[in-house]
């Protein structure tokens, strides 16, 4: 298998109030919402790096595609990690999440690695890190 992720999609319960919180509280581009003419069809993607888009899902729509049913989230099932190229990036990052209406779960801190990140989960429990790692080389 050739290691190609192009998408990762993160089941919401409120599409309109999801979109909301990537695009107006966090700044993330997209288009809106598509596919609002087919059942189940309603998604909307945000373009990130390299051509990996992150798409926003209503979680009943995902059980209808799968054939699965409707589980409860667990917020400890997935992470999404955000390698920033600063420690005030970490603290900027943290704070706009904050502002947008993600519940922080852990503040930005010295972590064992060497680095200095944050926990934030966004309006559907999903949970974010906003790293910085001072072996990555990212640019500023």
């Not at 695009?23 to 993330?28: A, C, E, P, T, V």
Request: net charge negative.
């Amino acid at each position: 298998m050739q290691p190609r992720i192009t998408v990762i999609t993160i089941g919401v319960d409120d599409l309109e109030r999801a979109v909301r919180f990537y695009r107006d509280g966090l700044g993330l581009p997209t288009e809106g919402i598509v596919g609002t003419e087919f059942e189940y069809g309603a998604v909307a993607f945000f373009k990130l790096q390299a051509g990996v888009q992150l798409a926003l899902w209503p979680r009943t729509s995902i059980a209808h595609d799968t054939g699965l049913p409707v589980s409860a989230p667990s917020p400890t099932d997935l992470t999404l990690g955000h390698n920033v190229a600063s420690r005030a990036e970490v603290d900027t990052v943290m704070q706009q999440a904050t502002q947008a209406g993600a519940a922080v779960v852990k503040a930005a801190h010295d972590t064992f690695w060497g680095g200095y990140s944050g926990y934030f989960q966004d309006p559907d429990g999903h949970l974010w890190e906003i790293a910085w790692n001072p072996a990555l080389d990212l640019p500023a």
